[in-house]
């Protein structure tokens, strides 16, 4: 037979049918939750607790990597906007660049058609002076000329043809310098 139920057999009956208290019971029913007790603790408590445990060291790392990677996010922000603000110098000193190789080039094509226009009004310069030159030689010869033929007819002897070049010449050189004040 069971060793509780024969302990419970021994104890005295209760006496009165009003309210008592059974200190058997009492120390059976707290052994019992005593036992229950350790054994929650032991089984359920102490996986309870570790998987508590672990759950919490997973929320903590969790903020910890929430926090790092709010702090790698700043960086990275600040880090673009400086990388930004870099970009953007490089890219005014380039434009600034062009814009002075586009002005030196435009300089130097202004300096280029300058000095092309200016050859050019040099060389039309000699050409005309050359033309001048050879029309006013074709005018002293045709004037020659005709000043030849007036002076045969003047004079009614003929001349040689070398007389008449050297006297000729000899009045193109007496007339060819001007006089103070008159320029041909």
Same mark, same amino acid.
């Given at each position: 037979?069971?060793?509780?139920?024969?302990?419970?057999?021994?104890?005295?009956?209760?006496?009165?049918?009003?309210?008592?208290?059974?200190?058997?019971?009492?120390?059976?029913?707290?052994? *019992?939750?005593?036992?229950?007790?350790?054994?929650?603790?032991?089984?359920?408590?102490?996986?309870?607790?570790?998987?508590?445990?672990?759950?919490?060291?997973?929320?903590?790392?969790?903020?910890?990597?929430?926090?790092?990677?709010?702090?790698?996010?700043?960086? *990275?922000?600040?880090?673009?906007?400086?990388?930004?603000?870099?970009?953007?110098?490089?890219?005014?000193?380039?434009?600034?660049?062009?814009?002075?190789?586009?002005?030196?080039?435009?300089?130097?094509?202004?300096?280029?058609?300058?000095?092309?226009?200016?050859?050019?009004?040099?060389?039309?310069?000699?050409?005309?002076?050359?033309?001048?030159?050879?029309?006013?030689?074709?005018?002293?010869?045709?004037?020659?000329?005709?000043?030849?033929?007036?002076?045969?007819?003047?004079?009614?002897?003929?001349?040689?043809?070398?007389?008449?070049?050297?006297?000729?010449?000899?009045?193109?050189?007496?007339?060819?310098?001007?006089?103070?004040?008159?320029?041909?």
């Amino acid at each position: 037979m069971n060793p509780l139920a024969a302990f419970a057999a021994a104890a005295p009956a209760p006496e009165a049918p009003g309210l008592s208290i059974n200190f058997f019971w009492i120390i059976v029913v707290s052994g *019992s939750f005593i036992i229950f007790l350790n054994l929650m603790w032991r089984f359920v408590f102490d996986r309870l607790e570790s998987i508590l445990a672990q759950r919490k060291a997973r929320i903590d790392q969790g903020l910890a990597d929430a926090e790092q990677a709010r702090r790698d996010l700043a960086a *990275s922000a600040a880090e673009r906007d400086q990388m930004l603000v870099q970009a953007r110098r490089d890219v005014a000193e380039l434009i600034a660049r062009a814009q002075k190789a586009a002005d030196d080039l435009r300089e130097a094509d202004i300096a280029a058609t300058r000095a092309e226009l200016e050859r050019l009004h040099v060389k039309a310069t000699a050409d005309i002076a050359a033309e001048h030159d050879r029309v006013l030689a074709d005018l002293r010869s045709q004037v020659a000329d005709l000043a030849l033929d007036a002076a045969g007819k003047v004079v009614g002897e003929s001349m040689t043809d070398a007389r008449q070049r050297r006297l000729v010449e000899e009045f193109i050189r007496d007339r060819s310098v001007p006089p103070q004040g008159r320029q041909n």
